[in-house]
């Protein structure tokens, strides 16, 4: 099963994700996988999906904090819309993550079944 996630005309379009949603838990659960919510801090505590990790892509400790992931595990980033989290794996990227990826949106991940808290 392919996780297909369909966004309003505001988000960027989300790219096709190979795992579904249970197996992306998995992943996030047992530490396999980063999931990180680039939001803000006020943002993130409105609501954010398990297992998130809130790094703010705004905030002037962004490449500090990044840096201290395991540049070999896969790091999926999303944000309100996925415009913040396409930037935020944009600069993963120039820091040496190979396998960093904007997921999109936290309501639109939501509802086709990335479980929020």
Same mark, same amino acid.
């Given at each position: 099963m392919t996780l297909t996630v369909a966004c309003s005309k505001e988000e960027e379009t989300l790219k096709d994700i190979k795992e %579904?949603? $249970?197996? /992306?838990?998995?992943?996030? #659960? %047992?530490?396999?996988? !980063? @999931?990180?919510?680039?939001? %803000?801090?006020? $943002? !993130?505590? $409105?609501?954010? /999906? +398990? !297992?998130? %990790?809130?790094?703010?892509?705004? #905030? #002037? $400790?962004?490449k500090t904090e990044?840096?201290? @992931?395991? +540049? #070999? +595990?896969?790091?999926? @980033? !999303?944000?309100k819309s996925g415009n913040r989290s396409k930037k935020a794996t944009d600069t993963l990227q120039t820091l040496g993550f190979e396998n960093a990826r904007s997921i999109g949106g936290f309501?639109? /991940?939501? +509802?086709?079944? @990335?479980?929020?808290e």
């Open positions: %579904t949603p $249970e197996q /992306l838990v998995q992943q996030f #659960s %047992t530490g396999e996988a !980063y @999931l990180i919510d680039v939001r %803000t801090p006020n $943002e !993130y505590q $409105e609501g954010h /999906l +398990k !297992y998130a %990790t809130n790094i703010d892509f705004k #905030s #002037s $400790e962004f990044i840096n201290k @992931l395991d +540049k #070999s +595990k896969p790091v999926y @980033l !999303y944000c309501k639109a /991940l939501n +509802k086709a079944g @990335l479980p929020a």
